[in-house]
């Protein structure tokens, strides 16, 4: 079993830059790939990206392309989630996850985190 821990939510002024960590635990040998979801006020929990073994491939929802970047520190047992750019729309409690292989589907995924929320203001 995996244990994940996000953190570097919080609130932030719409334009604005932060980056989020997820850090993993327990039996992380079986870690393969990472993603990162997310969950907005009555809403689905959406993809929002992934990464592979070695960070060789990298996968983004459309609605993040090009301003947000995954990447990950095995030796630390770390991915990350820079967001650029924020706007209104990205308000939502951000979720990773772990998993053997990488897939845009929630229910393809191991284990989670509990979240951190991430609330952009105008």
């Known amino acids: 079993q995996v244990q994940l821990v996000e953190s570097g939510g919080g609130l932030v002024q719409a334009g604005e830059t932060t980056t989020l960590s997820c850090v993993a635990s327990?039996?992380?040998?079986?870690?393969?790939?990472w993603g990162w979801y997310r969950q907005a006020p009555g809403k689905e929990r959406e993809f929002v990206a992934e990464?592979?073994?070695?960070?060789?491939?990298?996968r983004y929802a459309d609605a993040v392309k090009d301003r947000f970047t995954i990447s990950r520190d095995d030796a630390k047992n770390t991915v990350f989630l820079q967001m650029n750019d924020l706007s209104r729309e990205d308000t939502a409690v951000y979720f990773c996850?772990?998993?053997?292989?990488?897939?845009?589907?929630?229910?393809?995924?191991?284990?989670w985190g509990q979240g951190t929320q991430v609330a952009v203001s105008s």
């Open positions: 996850a772990v998993g053997a292989h990488m897939s845009t589907f929630p229910e393809n995924w191991h284990n």
């Open positions: 990464i592979s073994r070695g960070g060789s491939i990298l």
């Open positions: 327990g039996s992380i040998r079986s870690i393969t790939v």
